[in-house]
């Protein structure tokens, strides 16, 4: 159906730079504030950046912004730890629950798949309630663990990992037990390497997930120590009657872009390719 | 090296039992070909052999030593599946030595063994390839390897060269005949080519439906097959059957086109009178020049092969379809007729109902 006439050529490049325009647009907005004082943002929006980019970026990942109290260092550390936590603690809970789901055979094993398969329709926001006293009455409020323990569960990794599973031949394993290997041999030589690219793919998806996180820390944490990036932009945000210090969060902004930017570019190549082929 | 038993062998799947009892025993060294058509319960049995699969009643022994209640591992066994699973994330080498791994084996001893398996198999240039890399042969080629290196008590074959093409798969049989008689390793060979069963097997174990109909030589389960499914399963084109009577004195035979056709045997005299299942294999017929043969073939269509060709057609002015098959090229019109003859040692008869073989050969 692709036709070659220029004025077509033409059209879809418009189309095309149109719509990067339109997604690149607030981003440069943002840029743009970030390298100006915030009087002159205030008084009339600049088009052009300015001279204060170090001035701002400096003070923003070293001193923050007026009562939040954490530097954007200390907030992308824990939204680091944070998204790697989640990421990592789904992709191996995802794997381990599929590797039971598809290769043991006990009792309620379509049951425990069920109830999974299930809660991939209640979103976060529907079971926050109930999590949030459980992981309060576990005294994880303020926590590490407490970010990113609930957030772990998944039931699309594991019903991933459970198709992708099922489309390797029963006879691998078979040929595992008569070289004499076990499940935990089976799960370490063959299917863990095999389902790399898969593991990437989702660590993509998992890792921006986590790193966007933004209304569960807001709910369990409040000591400055474990602000994630997103949430100290909010709390920069609450200034009341004060003038936030827009140069500032602007730069935090901006800050908060570049992980799962370098995320989605070093792994672009195995993105594509776990989300294209599976390896047989 | 072993020998292996299969003491009334049982296997059932909840309430639906698919194999009803099977009795063999296989020799140190032998090459037992297992054989029938799909669903019949032989790659059942392989993995029962192999440990794959439990075995609801009956015993499997190897070297003596029951092995029902042992792990896969511990059989000292090697399987090559049809489709070999490979582990595709391993290169040819690695593929081969994952057993030896395993088992914990010195590295320097794992290295002769997959060398000298890979030199054997003619692999040795593609030890660092994977799986996706190679031919279907050369994956064959590998997944025989991976069980030569293990040195096991026996081998296991599941239609290893079902996923060949035709020429590959002749070149393929003569390796693994060659890899065999090397060896000399005890192999269970589970197939549905009866070409593959002919060539390759020392002896035959044809199943049907969860029977062993038959167990025995090539050549004997070609020229006495013991029941009529036997009959027509081994032997392409298969053989003819016809309803037949047997005359009130046991010496002769009709059938549809067929008026009367001496037997000479006498074991039949039990069954006179009764009407019989009478196989004829398209290959023992032979033209009559003098046109007074047995039977008159009213030719309906040719195949010609080139080696043979092939001669549908019916008998007289009756409906029974027969095929006879020539050595080298003939040419006849459509309608010509042809007198047939056949020495009576070459008919098989088998009993109506049960479908046992009847006289001659019988057990």
């Not at chain 2, 060398?115 to 994977?130: F, G, V």
């Not at chain 2, 006498?266 to 004829?280: C, D, E, P």
């Not at chain 2, 003098?290 to 040719?302: A, E, F, K, P």
Request: include cysteine; hydrophobic fraction near 45%.
């Amino acid at each position: 159906m692709v036709e070659h006439r220029p004025w077509l050529t033409a059209l879809t490049h418009a189309v095309l730079i149109v719509g990067c325009l339109v997604i690149a647009f607030p981003i440069y907005t943002t840029f743009v504030a970030s390298t100006h004082t915030l009087d002159k943002i205030a008084s009339s929006f600049p088009i052009f950046p300015g001279g204060q980019i170090i001035e701002n970026y400096r003070q923003a990942l070293t001193v923050g912004s007026g009562e939040v109290g954490a530097t954007v260092v200390r907030m992308m550390i824990n939204s680091a730890i944070m998204a790697f936590g989640i990421a990592l603690g789904k992709i191996f809970i995802s794997l381990l629950a599929a590797y039971a789901i598809v290769y043991f055979r006990f009792r309620f094993r379509m049951t425990c798949f069920w109830m999974i398969f299930i809660t991939l329709m209640l979103p976060v926001e529907v079971r926050i309630l109930p999590t949030y006293k459980v992981v309060s009455d576990l005294h994880m409020l303020n926590s590490y663990s407490g970010l990113i323990l609930p957030l772990i569960a998944s039931a699309t990794a594991t019903f991933l990992f459970r198709q992708f599973f099922m489309t390797i031949p029963d006879e691998l394993c078979e040929a595992v037990r008569i070289d004499g290997g076990g499940p935990i041999r089976f799960f370490f030589d063959i299917l863990l390497p095999m389902s790399r690219t898969s593991i990437a793919a989702l660590f993509v998806i998992l890792f921006i997930y986590g790193w966007n996180q933004y209304l569960w820390p807001l709910m369990i944490t409040n000591d400055e120590k474990y602000y994630t990036v997103f949430l100290g932009i909010k709390r920069m945000l609450d200034v009341g009657e004060g003038q936030a210090d827009w140069h500032i969060i602007m730069a935090s902004t901006m800050l908060a872009m570049i992980p799962p930017v370098f995320v989605v570019i070093f792994m672009q190549k195995q993105f594509v390719k776990g989300m294209t082929e599976t390896e047989k | 090296m072993a020998n292996v038993s299969l003491n009334n062998i049982f296997k059932s799947f909840g309430k639906n039992e698919v194999i009803h009892g099977i009795t063999c025993d296989i020799k140190d060294g032998e090459f037992i070909v297992i054989l029938g058509p799909s669903g019949c319960g032989k790659s059942t049995l392989l993995r029962m052999v192999a440990g794959l699969e439990q075995i609801s009643q009956g015993e499997i022994v190897i070297n003596g030593k029951v092995v029902n209640k042992l792990e896969p591992a511990e059989r000292d066994i090697a399987m090559v599946f049809q489709n070999y699973a490979l582990y595709p994330h391993m290169t040819v080498f690695k593929n081969m030595a994952y057993g030896l791994k395993i088992r914990r084996m010195p590295k320097d001893e794992i290295e002769k063994r997959v060398r000298r398996a890979a030199e054997i198999l003619e692999l040795s240039d593609l030890l660092d390839r994977k799986p996706r890399q190679l031919s279907g042969g050369q994956r064959q080629r590998v997944a025989m390897g991976r069980c030569i290196v293990r040195e096991p008590k026996v081998f296991l074959f599941d239609e290893p060269l079902s996923n060949l093409d035709a020429k590959l798969r002749v070149q393929m049989r003569l390796e693994l005949r060659n890899l065999h008689e090397n060896l000399g390793i005890t192999s269970i060979y589970v197939t549905h080519d009866q070409v593959e069963a002919m060539t390759l097997g020392d002896r035959l174990v044809v199943m049907k439906d969860g029977y062993a109909d038959q167990i025995g030589k090539p050549l004997e389960v070609y020229e006495k097959p013991q029941t009529e499914f036997v009959a027509g399963f081994i032997g392409s084109p298969s053989m003819n059957f016809f309803d037949a009577a047997l005359s009130s004195d046991g010496r002769g035979v009709s059938f549809p086109g067929v008026a009367s056709m001496p037997i000479s045997e006498n074991g039949l005299s039990a069954h006179k009178g009764q009407t019989v299942r009478l196989g004829i294999r398209p290959e023992h017929l032979t033209v009559s020049q003098t046109g007074d043969g047995v039977m008159q073939l009213n030719v309906d269509h040719i195949e010609t092969l080139g080696a043979d060709t092939l001669i549908h057609g019916h008998l007289g002015e009756s409906d029974s379809g027969l095929t006879l098959r020539l050595a080298g090229v003939h040419h006849f019109e459509k309608n010509a007729v042809i007198s047939l003859n056949i020495s009576d040692d070459k008919l098989h008869l088998f009993d109506k109902e049960t479908g046992a073989r009847l006289g001659r050969g019988a057990d």
